[in-house]
């Protein structure tokens, strides 16, 4: 789970991408896009670039904008990895993670 406040730009998104409990090795990877939506939606709030921190370890971040967390709720999220051969693939392979935006006091 990933918390946030309304508004707010910090922490980031952060995640290990994995195949069950294999960690993915993205060296190969030519992509990696942040897709985040409201759990009840089906229109994506957030479809952006991600980064690869670190290739080998399938460590992988995203940095919010104000506009994808000025709307409190609990959103689903995921990875998409465009690999150099063309392939795609989203992670998490099952479920989504889920970002949980709170309101803030003002």
């Known amino acids: ?5 309304e508004g707010d730009t910090r922490p980031v998104a952060q995640a290990v991408l994995t195949r069950g409990t294999v960690i993915v ?7 990696v896009t ?6 009840t939606s089906n229109v994506l709030k957030v479809n952006a670039a991600a980064v690869v921190t670190d ?3 399938g460590a992988v971040e995203y940095r919010w904008v104000t506009a994808d967390t ?3 709720g609990l959103y689903n999220a ?6 150099q051969d063309g392939s795609v693939e989203t992670f998490p392979t ?3 993670d ?3 935006i709170h309101g803030d006091l003002d």
Do not use: C, H, P, R
């Not at 789970?1 to 406040?5: D, G, S």
């Not at 942040?34 to 759990?39: A, H, Q, T, Y």
């Open 70 to 72: 000025d709307t409190a």
């Open 1 to 5: 789970m990933i918390y946030v406040k």
């Open 98 to 100: 889920v970002v949980m």
């Open 55 to 57: 290739a080998v370890g």
């Open 25 to 31: 090795d993205l060296t190969l990877a030519d992509s």
């Open 78 to 83: 995921e990875w998409q990895v465009n690999w």
């Open 34 to 39: 942040f897709k985040m939506k409201e759990e």
């Open 94 to 96: 099952i479920g989504f």
